[in-house]
């Protein structure tokens, strides 16, 4: 099932932080939401997520309805999202963090635990497994019982694409996995979120200001300049555009950069490229 945006727009009081967004993410693809900084990208990861509310438009995965539901129900849908600054439980262990994750998924509530009834022990079990078997898929088995701000800065990244996994989700948004990261670290991603994608058979929707890793590893991609579209297309559509240059490097800009760069921009009617 495909993640639909319609017409999408949030204001923030007399602030519009994204205006009349509309984009299709094809189920079991690699899109890219691109833009400079103040674009609005993370505020339609939070609308998606069910963090904000949408004023218009509306944001659906298949058949569901998410523009009004809360960031819980969301999860239950079937999105899950990393975030650009790690947010680790750094007083849990790696094991813990992953297990975080379950609480959606258990049979067992509060007064199963409390009872200790045997469905509450059939869920630590079930939630205990799947957790370890992605604890080594993502090769941190070894490091199961360690804080998590113990680990080095990849290794965290990982362990939250990993905890994102628990709930087995239909669509992941990944919120600028490479930030941080040095160039070896970068050039491996594409490969990792690549991988991702076939493994688990998830669709794929990447903020990312690297733009090695975008135009790699996305298969289309979204623009966003002041929350409004400015371009949708391949990769090799969207880096020879015109407009989207100058969002990136400003006007002024614009004469310094190579004259091949620099094509006409096809049209946009209801946020997509024509």
Known sequence: MSLQLQHV????????????????VPERSIFGLIGPNGA??????????????PNAGTIRLGDVDLGRLR???????????TFQNIRLFGQLTV?????????LQ????????????????????SMTKRALELLDVFGL?????????????????????????M??????????????????????????????????????LLVEHNMQVVMDVCEEIHVLDHGETIAQGSPDEVRDNAIVVAAYLGEEDVNSVPSSMLQPLPSIRGGQLR
């Not at 087995?168 to 970068?186: I, R």
Request: charged fraction near 25%; aromatic fraction near 6%.
């Open 71 to 81: 960031p819980a129900h969301v999860a239950r849908a079937g999105v899950a999202r």
């Open 9 to 24: 727009t949030k204001d923030f009081g007399g602030l519009r932080a994204v205006s009349d967004v509309t984009f299709e």
């Open 40 to 53: 609005g990208k993370t505020t339609v990861f939070n609308l998606i997520t069910g963090v904000y509310e």
């Open 141 to 165: 088995t070894h490091m199961a019982h360690t804080p998590s701000t113990s680990l080095p800065y990849g290794h965290q990244r990982r362990l939250e694409i990993a905890r994102a996994m």
């Open 167 to 204: 709930i087995a989700p239909k669509v992941l948004l990944l919120d600028e996995p490479a930030a941080g990261m040095n160039s070896l670290e970068a050039a491996g991603l594409s490969d990792q979120i690549r991988w991702l994608r076939d493994t688990f058979r998830v669709t794929v």
């Open 106 to 125: 258990k049979r067992s509530h509060l007064l199963g635990a409390l009872l200790r009834l045997p469905v509450h022990y059939a869920d630590e079990r």
């Open 95 to 103: 094991l813990e963090n992953l297990l975080v994750a379950c609480e």
